[in-house]
């Protein structure tokens, strides 16, 4: 019977632990999102507002072990672009996808809340990422709503 209390003890404090590891809204330095620059910069001019950011991981995939995803965000002079990098992860060996192309920063309201949506164009179609309190993005689906498992879906900053 002591080993039962111990074992509950022990799940309780994990729980515990896990419980501040969620979303924090009151730290506004946390839910900032990377500057981006001033539409009115003239070219060759160096914005004080330059943005290159990185974010990588791995999202899921119906068909493969996952798909390693780098995105690298970059605003200066030249304009707003992206870099993105896909690695499909299988047994019979892996397929890299590069594609770049122009991004755009909005305002959408997701959980009630608005947050930072980052929008990707790639070759007709759009690709949607909110910007997360902790800095992560979070890919959002064709309509631009969170995915139901919006953890898998997540890019840590790098």
Request: aromatic share 6%.
């Amino acid at each position: 019977m002591p080993l039962l209390r111990w074992s509950a003890a022990a799940l309780l404090l994990a729980l515990l632990g896990l419980a501040g590891c969620g979303r924090s809204d009151t730290d506004p330095s946390a839910a900032a999102p990377p500057a981006a620059p001033a539409e009115d910069t003239a070219p060759g001019t160096p914005s004080a507002d330059a943005l290159d950011t990185t974010w990588q991981g791995v999202l899921p995939c119906a068909d493969c072990d996952g798909i390693q995803t780098r995105l690298r965000l970059l605003a200066d002079a030249e304009g707003r672009r992206y870099e993105l990098q896909e690695t499909y992860l299988a047994d019979d060996g892996s397929e890299v996808f590069e594609a770049q192309g122009t991004w755009t920063e909005e305002t959408a309201t997701l959980d009630g809340q608005p947050t930072v949506v980052y929008r990707l164009d790639i070759g007709g179609a759009s690709r949607w990422f909110a910007l997360q309190p902790d800095g992560a993005l979070e890919m959002l689906d064709a309509r631009e709503s969170p995915m139901a498992d919006g953890l898998a879906h997540r890019l840590q900053r790098m």
